[in-house]
């Protein structure tokens, strides 16, 4: 068995002209060494393309794909993972960080366990990239009806073993796209086995979509009635349980 095996970063791009350099910066520190970060721009009408471009030239592990159109994080992480070539695919947004060990620590993980979906503990820090000290701690394992009702798989800390898995494509909604792709690979049988661990930070910038918790709550309600198909029982069971693990790893 290959004791490195290639990793595919999925990185979507757009207006990250302030944190992608903090952020390509995190990957290029990684410990273990065996990866290509794929980036991809959508139309961002900043200097996003010229901040990548710039690293890429140096560094050809770092590739960017360019969108011809504006088309929202579903459609350029899914451009990304269509190009990847890795054993593994892992996810990193424009603005977050990782700790120098995770990839290490991940793929040493999956490799010696046998398993096909794994993720991550990590930080909070503020827009400025102050550490907080505020660390969300997961579970051994997780299985789709656990998934349901606590949503803790942070994108940011997944590593997804692409020929175990099969199909890994994201649904083409505005926000828990991610949330909608974990269920589909639980919902298949797989279990998602967790490191206890902060390996990686999550920028948490005021005025994003994902900050807003009221717009959260009501999509993830849309995710269990519209597109899981939930009865209106068990939705409500799911939410109340959502709820109140969200309101656990807030405090």
Not at 92 to 115: A, G, H
Not at 185 to 193: F, P, V, W
Not at 207 to 219: D, L, Q, V, W, Y
Request: net charge neutral; with cysteine.
């Amino acid at each position: 068995m290959d004791s490195q095996p290639l990793v595919s970063i999925i990185t979507p791009v757009y207006k990250a002209e302030e944190f992608i350099e903090q952020t390509i910066n995190s990957v290029q520190s990684q410990t273990y060494t065996n990866w290509e970060m794929i980036l991809v721009d959508d139309l961002s009408p900043d200097n996003s393309k010229q901040i990548i471009d710039r690293i890429s030239e140096k560094d050809n592990r770092v590739r960017l794909i360019q969108l011809e159109k504006n088309s929202g994080a579903a459609i350029a992480r899914n451009t990304a993972i269509e190009n990847s070539n890795g054993k593994y695919i892992a996810f990193l947004d424009s603005d977050d960080l990782w700790q120098p060990e995770k990839l290490e620590r991940q793929v040493q993980f999956m490799l010696e366990n046998n398993i096909e979906f794994s993720f991550t503990g990590y930080e909070i820090m503020k827009e400025d990239g102050t550490k907080t000290g505020k660390i969300v701690h997961v579970p051994q394992e997780i299985n789709y009806n656990g998934l349901l009702k606590n949503t803790i798989i942070g994108c940011l800390t997944v590593m997804l073993d692409k020929h175990a898995i099969g199909k890994i494509e994201m649904v083409n909604i505005r926000t828990r796209q991610d949330f909608v792709l974990w269920l589909d690979i639980l919902k298949r049988g797989h279990i998602a086995y967790g490191i206890d661990e902060p390996l990686a930070y999550y920028r948490k910038v005021e005025g994003s979509i994902s900050s807003n918790k009221i717009k959260t709550a009501k999509r993830n309600w849309k995710v269990y009635r519209e597109i899981e198909g939930l009865p209106l029982p068990k939705a409500i069971y799911c939410f109340c349980g959502y709820a109140y693990n969200a309101l656990r790893k807030s405090l």
